[in-house]
């Protein structure tokens, strides 16, 4: 999740990454991600926003892919810790629910009774995406210094990918050791299969290393993002990837 603030005074806009799975459980085919969008008000408990869905796109390859809109949700958070997404697709799948959401990482900058403070660090977190040529392909990182960690989610496609519809989309996790100050990060790559949408891990699903990467932040709006895959559906694939910043560089970050 990551919230832009002061789009306007008072105003300001949530951007959601959702990775998950279809309905029916199987490999890689089965991954599905989404991303999320709609404003932010001060003062409202509450966030409605616009589910959309990115198809047809091939691996860190043209063509640019369109957003279309499969739903709504809303979007809400008890402590800096606890939220709730709740959601209704209208794609035709007839799904709709509720998920209880718990931060992944250790709070950095949000307190609840003070202005937040301000990290250099953790302000290289957000979205990030892969050009023009590419958009609808990019990462949403999270630097978290007091735990000493850096965790990134890839959102991408199959090779070939472009003519698969809803089957070619592709997701990753990376994980690595991050120090204060640290602006290159050597990680692991993970793919995750055999899970569902929206329902308790289900005893196939696995998690495993199928590759190693690094990203270097060269700035507080540009970075990039080198892969060696090993295993999975990309094996044997390696290459750099120019990322840009999605939204305008938070206060506080520093080069």
């Known amino acids: ?17 959702w990775f998950t799975f279809d309905t029916v ?3 890689a085919e089965r991954q599905r991600w989404y991303t999320l969008q709609g404003p932010l008000v001060a003062g409202q408990p509450n966030a409605s926003l616009t589910i959309y ?18 739903g ?9 810790s606890n939220g709730n ?13 509720a998920m209880q959401l718990t931060r992944l990482l250790a709070i950095v900058t949000c307190p609840v009774t003070t202005p937040y403070a301000r990290n250099a660090d953790f302000a290289l977190s957000g979205s990030w ?15 978290a210094p007091n735990a000493s960690a850096f965790f990134l989610s890839w959102f991408t496609y199959a090779p070939n990918g472009a003519n698969a519809g809803a ?6 996790t990376a994980q690595g050791a991050f120090t204060p100050g640290l602006r290159t990060i050597p990680v692991q790559i993970y793919e995750t299969t055999g899970g569902m949408f929206n329902t308790p891990k289900p005893p196939g699903q696995n998690t495993v290393v199928v590759g190693a990467g690094t990203m270097a ?39």
């Open 1 to 17: 999740v990551q919230v832009i603030p002061d789009q306007s005074p008072g105003n300001g806009l949530a951007f959601v990454s």
């Open 25 to 27: 459980i199987g490999g």
């Open 53 to 70: 869905q990115n198809t047809g796109g091939s691996f860190n390859a043209p063509p640019a892919t369109d957003a279309h809109e499969v």
């Open 72 to 80: 709504t949700a809303t979007l809400s958070f008890s402590t800096c």
């Open 85 to 97: 997404l709740s959601y209704t697709f209208t794609d035709g799948s007839g799904r709709t629910g």
């Open 129 to 143: 995406y892969a050009g023009a040529a590419r958009s609808g392909q990019g990462f949403t990182a999270e630097v």
């Open 167 to 172: 089957t070619g989309q592709r997701w990753y």
């Open 217 to 255: 932040f060269q700035s507080c709006s540009a970075a990039t993002f080198s892969y060696n895959f090993i295993g999975g559906t990309n094996s044997g694939l390696s290459g750099l990837i120019n990322l840009s910043r999605v939204g305008p560089t938070p206060p506080g970050c520093t080069q």
